[in-house]
C-alpha cells in the first residue's frame, strides 16, 4: 500500500502458464451433465492514485495481459476518504487504492478497497458481471479506534470452513505496540506501527468486531491468506522500518483468523510487497511488488517453507498498481470484452445498478 510508484511488471517464468487450465480443473462432471463452463483469468488493478477506479485486465496464459474496456475502470469511487495522501491528515479524497475482488459461493464478485490513505474505513460493492454494480459502501472498521492512523489494503478471503469471509487489512495506532513502536516509520502523529486486523461476514450488511488478527512483534501490513489442505497461510510484508526489512514473511494456522504462530524468516529480497497468492498444480506461486526496483518478482512454493525464486517478462497495461489476479467464468470476460461497443446512455463502459446484488442474494 505505501508505494506510490507507476510499476513496470517484470515476473515469473512460463511454468505459470499453466495457471489458468490447473486452477480451474476439478472433479469431472458426472456422466450426463453438462461441462463445467471455461475460466478466464482477470487482475483487478488500480493506476496513479486510484482517483479514476479498478481497472481489468485479462489474460489467456498469466504471463501475457491486457486491459479491459479499453484501458478504462469499470468502477469509479463514490466514497470521500481522509487522506489524499500519506499524512494528508487535513485532505480528503475518493480513491479505490488497492482492490481486492473474489468470487463467492454464490456467484457474486465482491470488491474491497482502500477509499483513502488515512481514513478508518474501508470500501465494498458488489456485481454480478463485473460491468453493473452495487452502491458503495464504507465499512466503519476501525472508527472505534480514534488514534489509529489508516486502513490499508484489505483483502477478501473465502473460509469454506466456517462458510463466512474474512477481510484483513492493516492499521497503526501509535504506542498499541511499545515494544516495537520505535522500529516503525516516524509520523507527525506518532509511529506507524502497524498490524493486521480483520472482520468477518457472511451477507456484507453485517460484521464482526475488528479484532487483531496477527501480532508477531514486527510490523506487518499487506496480509493475504491461503489454505493448503487443512492449513492456513497468512503471507504478509514485514514493514519494519529500524533497521529497514520491508520483505515478506509467512505464518500458519489451523483456522483462517488465527492464530497464527512465528513468521518465517523471510523469503523474499529486501522492499518487496503486495503479496498476491496462486495456486497452479503442486505449486503455490506468490507473486509480489519490487517497488523500489520498478518490477514484479514471484517465488513458488510446494510447502510455505521451501522456496524457488525465478523470474521472466509479463505484458501488462500501462501504470498497473496493487491488486489481485481470480478466476471468472468465460461469460463474464466476454461480456467485459464487448463493453466498448454497447451503449449505455450515450456512452461505453461500465454502469452502477444497485439492485443487482440485491436480485443475486
Known amino acids: 500500500m505505501p508505494s506510490d510508484r507507476r510499476l513496470n511488471l517484470r515476473t515469473y517464468a512460463p511454468l505459470v502458464a499453466a495457471a489458468v487450465l490447473s486452477a480451474c480443473s476439478g472433479r469431472k462432471p458426472p456422466t450426463g451433465s453438462a461441462a463445467p463452463e471455461p475460466q478466464a483469468y482477470l487482475f483487478s488493478y488500480f493506476t496513479r492514485n486510484g482517483e479514476d477506479g479498478v481497472h481489468l485486465a485479462y489474460s489467456r496464459d498469466g504471463i501475457s495481459w491486457a486491459a479491459l474496456n479499453g484501458g478504462k475502470s469499470v468502477i469509479t469511487p463514490a466514497i470521500t476518504g481522509s487522506g489524499r495522501g500519506w499524512q494528508e491528515w487535513n485532505t480528503t479524497a475518493a480513491l479505490m487504492r488497492d482492490p481486492s475482488i473474489l468470487r463467492g459461493p454464490d456467484g457474486v464478485f465482491h470488491l474491497v478497497w482502500t477509499v483513502a490513505w488515512t481514513d ?17 459502501t464504507r465499512v466503519p472498521v476501525m472508527e472505534h479506534e ?5 486502513s490499508w489494503a484489505p483483502d477478501l478471503f473465502y ?42 461476514t457472511t451477507d456484507f450488511k453485517t460484521y464482526s468486531k475488528a479484532a487483531l488478527l496477527y501480532d508477531g512483534g514486527f510490523c506487518a501490513i499487506d496480509g493475504t491468506i491461503a489454505k493448503r489442505g487443512d492449513t492456513y497461510f497468512l503471507i504478509m510484508k514485514d514493514e519494519t522500518f529500524f533497521p529497514p526489512a520491508r520483505n515478506l514473511r509467512v505464518a500458519s494456522s489451523k483456522h483462517a483468523t488465527g492464530p497464527y ?42 510447502d510455505f517453507e521451501h522456496w524457488e525464486p525465478f523470474s521472466d517478462s509479463l505484458k501488462t497495461p500501462r501504470g498497473i498498481r496493487h491488486g489481485s489476479a481470480f478466476l471468472v467464468p468465460q461469460s463474464i470476460l466476454n461480456g467485459l470484452m464487448a463493453l466498448d461497443s454497447i451503449p449505455r446512455n450515450g456512452q461505453t463502459g461500465p454502469t452502477s445498478a444497485p439492485s443487482r446484488f440485491a436480485a443475486a442474494k
Open 120 to 136: 478508518h474505513g474501508i470500501g465494498v460493492a458488489h456485481s454480478t458481471d463485473l460491468i453493473h454494480w452495487s452502491e458503495q
Open 146 to 150: 480514534p488514534n489509529a492512523l489508516n
Open 159 to 200: 473460509d469454506d470452513a466456517t462458510k463466512q469471509f474474512v477481510i484483513v487489512w492493516s492499521t497503526s495506532i501509535p504506542g498499541r505496540f511499545p515494544a516495537t513502536d520505535s522500529l516503525a516509520q516516524r509520523t507527525s502523529r506518532g509511529r506507524a506501527d502497524h498490524r493486521l486486523y480483520y472482520v468477518t
Open 261 to 302: 504462530g512465528p513468521a518465517s524468516p523471510s523469503f523474499t529480497a529486501r522492499d518487496t510487497e503486495g503479496p498476491s497468492i496462486l495456486h497452479s498444480g503442486d505449486y503455490w506461486y506468490v507473486y509480489y511488488d519490487e517497488y523500489t526496483r520498478g518490477h514484479y518478482g514471484a517465488v513458488r512454493t510446494r
